[in-house]
Nanobody, 120 residues
Framework: QVQLVESGGGLVQAGGSLRLSCAASGSIFSINGMGWHRQAPGKQRELVADITSSGSTNYADSVKGRFTISRDNAKNTVYLDMNSLKTEDTAVYYC??????????????WGQGTQVTVSS
């Protein structure tokens, strides 16, 4: 069984910063890509950023220059550092990871989501 557990969400004023963390645990053989998505009320879930196992990153245009994704492979953890937050960044943030468990193929897993609210 594999679990992704997120932490670090909360309420912050516009212009502030937050750091999200997502730790994968369970029967893990290896982890391929990891990433963060978000879903605002009434909107579709969208990709925020992702990172490959070798560290290559990709960002949504709306967060480039403000957000930084990183990962600690030894800890099976992915981070999202969010700076210069805007009210439009308010959403539930979900982490995901492409994980191979022992004896299984790679499978996409999702965290439960963490709320980020940016006030004006």
């Amino acid at each position: 069984q594999v679990q992704l557990v997120e932490s670090g969400g909360g309420l912050v004023q516009a212009g502030g910063s937050l750091r999200l963390s997502c730790a994968a645990s369970g029967s893990i053989f290896s982890i391929n890509g990891m990433g963060w998505h978000r879903q605002a009320p009434g909107k579709q879930r969208e990709l925020v950023a992702d990172i490959t196992s070798s560290g290559s990153t990709n960002y949504a245009d709306s967060v480039k220059g403000r957000f930084t994704i990183s990962r600690d492979n030894a800890k099976n953890t992915v981070y999202l550092d969010m700076n210069s937050l805007k009210t439009e960044d308010t959403a539930v943030y979900y982490c995901n990871a492409n994980i191979r468990s022992f004896g299984r193929f790679y499978t996409d897993y999702w965290g439960q989501g963490t709320q980020v609210t940016v006030s004006s």
